[in-house]
């Protein structure tokens, strides 16, 4: 969608590794959500930022970290990445309406 | 936190009225109702939000009987384009002041030619 972009769409890596993933707005929106999507789960939530250096865990923020340092960016890092984080991960922005949010086209992280 | 129940699946023919009915037992006061629709590969966008009685867009009907504990969606005349994961969900106040939105399973709309 515009106004949102997520890089990078694809990545592969190894178990162990540390991996960033970034989300990027335009729209200079407060809120910003990071979910994570799997078979037979729906989305759930793993950290959301209600401002620049104000972020909260969400259901499943075990094994993750995130940082907003400036309004328009979103990071999502895994410190050491497991086979159990293979998914695909989607930043969403947000007004703070419920009709306000705007997803991203998603990354989907494979860790071997 | 409110917990949303929905029909995993369902089938329709093109052109045939759709409607996919949400229970939320323990909504509260100053939550919303909203349903997002997802299609593969693509992140889930907003369709229609709801308090109470009914509410109509372009898209989409939402209806929500006066004890809110539950709520259906009407899509009219689907097309082959409609299939897609439809999401029911309550929205909460969060600490922050926002808007948190707990996605369930979804409803799996498969349009049949």
């Known amino acids: 969608d515009a106004g949102i972009t997520q890089s990078p769409r694809h990545k592969v890596t190894e178990t162990g590794t540390p991996v960033t993933l970034r989300c990027h707005q335009t729209e200079n929106h407060r809120y910003m959500y990071w979910y994570r999507q799997d078979p037979g789960h729906g989305l759930r939530l793993i950290h959301y930022?209600?401002?620049?250096?104000?972020?909260d865990k969400g259901e499943v923020s075990d094994g993750y970290s995130v940082s907003r340092s400036k309004t328009e960016d979103f990071l999502l890092t895994l410190e050491s990445a497991t086979s159990s984080q293979t998914s695909v991960y989607f930043c969403a922005i947000g007004s703070g309406d419920p009709n306000g949010y705007t997803f991203g086209s998603g990354t989907r992280l494979t860790v071997v | 936190l409110a917990k949303t129940t929905q029909p995993i699946s369902m089938d329709s023919y093109e052109g045939q009225e759709v409607n996919i009915t949400c229970s939320h037992n323990n909504i509260a006061t100053n939550d919303y109702i909203t349903w997002y629709q997802q299609f593969p590969s693509q992140g889930p966008r907003f369709i229609i939000q709801?308090?109470?009685t009914k509410v109509t867009n372009e898209v989409a009907s939402l209806f929500i009987p006066a004890d809110r504990k539950s709520s259906t969606l009407s899509l009219p005349r689907v097309s082959l384009s409609d299939t897609a994961v439809y999401y029911c969900?309550?929205?909460?106040?969060?600490?922050?002041?926002?808007?948190?939105?707990?996605f369930g399973k979804g409803t799996k709309l498969s349009v049949i030619p």
């Open positions: 709801g308090y109470k």
């Open positions: 930022s209600y401002g620049v250096k104000d972020t």
């Open positions: 969900l309550v929205a909460i106040t969060s600490g922050a002041g926002s808007y948190q939105l707990t």
